[in-house]
């Protein structure tokens, strides 16, 4: 069962990701895995909108 629920707009994935990495998670496996998805679903709606994930800043840009 996850315990963080993600919304589906690409536009407002972005800002509660980022300040899930940003405040909460180390890195975006953990985020992933409590959202109850894979990282690669996360990172292809955000590529949808022109975002990539950045391991060194841990945040997408």
Not at 40 to 55: F, P, V
Request: hydrophobic share 40%; net charge negative; no cysteine.
């Amino acid at each position: 069962m996850s315990s963080l629920q993600l919304p589906n707009d690409p536009a407002m994935l972005l800002s509660v990701v980022n300040m899930q990495l940003r405040d909460k998670e180390p890195n975006l496996a953990m985020l992933a895995g409590k959202a109850g998805m894979t990282e690669e679903e996360i990172k292809e709606k955000l590529a949808s909108i022109g975002y990539e994930y950045d391991e060194k800043t841990n945040t997408f840009i």
